[in-house]
Structure formats: structure tokens, C-alpha cells
């Protein structure tokens, strides 16, 4: 039987195949054309960076075709459960630029696709807007930990730690000020921005762990988010997954 060591050898060796084909951002099958735009990305139950990846190029109006690193791949899933830096999801190519880390990308949407609204017209809103962009971005470590994305879980009465319930509070306290602020429906007004994609996967977890919260406000946003056709359509594809994956209960 094959060792620890042999096994971890195994999975190394197939990173440059994979980190080949992520440099390359396409998927070719039987000659078929691709999009503009290449999006990689992976398990859609598990992995909030990929869904929040997803959601801002959808907000950009980008037409991309989505390159799925498929979970129950060994070597795909070895690449993941390494975490090598090179490869991390998700990943854009546009116009032979490769964009990874999920603000970056917002920032590149955002450049070339200016109309599309995914930070305010207003300096100051801008401004407010990276920042809880990079608030989510670097922090809520216990909430990520605690509650990791599962959208096909349902854990009804799940017992939250203090931590974790500490960085909910927050994330609600950014919320309330947002919708109070800018007057809603979305975070900074009327329309959707990178800051509605970077917090959608947090309202599923809240969701799936039947997290209890008190502002009505903030129940309508989360209401008003699980309802937008982009999620619908992201978790219905979540649910064709395969079933048994324990290695990727994480945050990723």
C-alpha cells in the first residue's frame, strides 16, 4: 500500500498538468469555440470564493465560460486540499490576462466594465465600499471556520461559538449601515455591487446553519439575495454534486 509520503508525492506530481491547463483558462472539447472570457472555479457547494469569483463576473455583464475544477477529481482535488498559490480559485483570463484572488478580479470587472456599476459613482461610497470589501476579504476567520459554505447542509438549532458569533454581529452591523446609508435594496443603493457578491456566500451560511437574525432589514437583504436568479441558478448546480465529500468541509 502506498505510503504518506508516496501519496503526497502523487498529488504534487500532478500539479503541472493542472497548473497548465489554469495558465492556459480554457477547457477545449471536440473543437468547440470559446468564450472571451474564461472563469475557473470549483466545487459550487463548497467554495464562497468561487461563488463570490462567479457572482461578480455575472454583475459585470462579462460574457465568460466557466472552466470547473471538478471536486471529485483526484488530482484536481489534491491540487485544492495543497492549496498551491499559483492555482488558487477563482481564477479569470481575459484577453490573455490572468486575474486570480477574488478583489483583484472585482477591480479588473470593474476597469473594464465601468457601466456595470460594481463599485458607486460617489467617491466617498467608493471608497466605503472597498472597504468592507476588504474587511470580508482578509477577515471573519472563526466565522469562516466555523461556518463553512454548504449549500446542500441544512443544520437546524447549529450551536454557534462566541467567536463566530462575534464576526456575525459584525457582518449584520455592516449590513444595517450599508442599507441605512444608501437606502437599499442593495448594499449601496440601488444597484448591485462587488460588496453584494463579496457577502452573498455569509447569507448562506446563515441559511444553512440557521443562524438567528433580529433586523428586519437585514432578513429582507438576505431574502433579497437568495432570490436572485444568479444564486438560484448557483445552487441548483450545487445540488448535482456528489454527495460524500468530507475533505472539502472547509473554507477554501
Request: glycine share 6%; aromatic share 8%.
Amino acid at each position: 500500500m502506498q505510503g504518506t509520503a508516496g501519496k503526497l508525492q502523487a498529488m504534487r506530481s500532478r500539479r503541472p498538468r493542472l497548473a497548465q491547463r489554469l495558465r492556459e483558462g480554457v477547457h477545449l472539447e471536440d473543437g468547440c469555440t470559446m468564450a472571451k472570457a474564461t472563469l475557473t472555479i470549483s466545487s459550487k457547494n463548497y467554495s464562497s470564493w468561487s461563488l463570490r469569483g462567479w457572482l461578480l463576473a455575472r454583475f459585470a455583464g462579462l460574457d465568460f465560460s466557466e472552466h470547473v475544477l471538478p471536486p471529485d477529481d483526484p488530482g484536481v482535488k489534491a491540487e485544492i486540499l495543497l492549496l498551491a498559490p499559483s492555482i488558487l480559485v477563482p481564477r479569470l483570463r481575459h484577453d490573455k490576462v490572468d486575474v486570480w484572488d477574488t478583489l483583484a478580479i472585482a477591480e479588473y470587472l470593474h476597469e473594464i466594465k465601468p457601466k456595470a456599476g460594481l463599485l458607486p459613482a460617489d467617491r466617498a461610497a467608493r471608497a466605503h465600499c472597498r472597504a468592507v470589501c476588504g474587511e470580508m476579504h482578509s477577515g471573519f476567520s472563526s466565522l469562516r471556520s466555523a461556518l463553512p459554505m454548504n449549500l446542500k447542509g441544512s443544520f437546524p438549532g447549529y450551536k454557534v461559538w462566541s467567536r463566530a458569533q462575534s464576526d456575525i454581529e459584525r457582518v449584520v452591523e455592516i449590513w444595517s449601515d450599508c442599507l441605512k446609508r444608501y437606502g437599499g435594496p442593495w448594499l449601496f443603493g440601488e444597484h448591485r455591487t462587488m460588496a453584494d457578491a463579496m457577502y452573498a456566500p455569509v447569507v448562506t451560511r446563515l441559511k444553512t446553519y440557521d443562524v438567528r437574525i433580529s433586523d428586519r432589514a437585514c432578513i429582507e437583504y438576505c431574502l433579497r439575495v437568495m432570490s436572485m436568479p444568479e444564486m438560484q441558478e448557483w445552487i441548483a448546480a450545487a445540488k448535482t454534486e456528489p454527495e460524500s465529500m468530507e475533505e472539502l468541509e472547509v473554507e477554501f
